[in-house]
Nanobody
Framework: EVQLTESGGGLVQAGGSLTLSCAASAFGFDDYTVGWFRQAPGKEREGVSCINTDDGATYYADSVKGRFTISHDNARNTVYLRMNNLKREDTAVYYC??????????????????????WGHGTQVTVSS
C-alpha cells in the first residue's frame, strides 16, 4: 500500500559518490524495514542494505560494506543510500522496498522473496571507467 519513489541515480566515475533517495507516500513507511536492492543486466536481484525505520538497525551486504551507508529521515518519509567509492560492479538499477522486518532481512541478506513488500520502480546507477 505504501508507494515508493527512487531518485538520485545517474552516471558517475569509478571512485565517485552518489546518494539515492527513497521517498514514501503521504502515509510514510509505517515503521517498516526499508531495503535497497539492485539488479544488473543479466544478473539476479541482489540485496544491498536495509534499515529498520523504527529502531534504526541496519544491514549491509559484504559487497558494499564500508562503502555504502543507509539512513532514514522519518519526518520526511525518506530513506537514503549514500554510495562512496563506487565501482563498476555497482552498476545496476537500484530499487527500494518496504516490508516487515524479518521478511526484509531474509530478502536482503539471503535473497528470499519479499511477499509482503512494496517496491519502487527503480533508478539507474551507472559507474564508468
Amino acid at each position: 500500500e505504501v508507494q515508493l519513489t527512487e531518485s538520485g541515480g545517474g552516471l558517475v566515475q569509478a571512485g565517485g559518490s552518489l546518494t539515492l533517495s527513497c521517498a514514501a507516500s503521504a502515509f510514510g513507511f509505517d515503521d517498516y524495514t526499508v531495503g535497497w536492492f539492485r539488479q544488473a543486466p543479466g544478473k539476479e536481484r541482489e540485496g544491498v542494505s536495509c534499515i529498520n525505520t523504527d529502531d534504526g538497525a541496519t544491514y549491509y551486504a559484504d559487497s558494499v560494506k564500508g562503502r555504502f551507508t543507509i539512513s532514514h529521515d522519518n519526518a520526511r518519509n525518506t530513506v537514503y543510500l549514500r554510495m562512496n567509492n563506487l565501482k563498476r560492479e555497482d552498476t545496476a538499477v537500484y530499487y527500494c522496498a518496504a516490508g516487515p522486518e524479518r521478511e526484509m532481512w531474509e530478502a536482503v541478506a539471503v535473497g528470499f522473496d519479499l511477499p509482503g513488500g512494496s517496491w519502487g520502480h527503480g533508478t539507474q546507477v551507472t559507474v564508468s571507467s
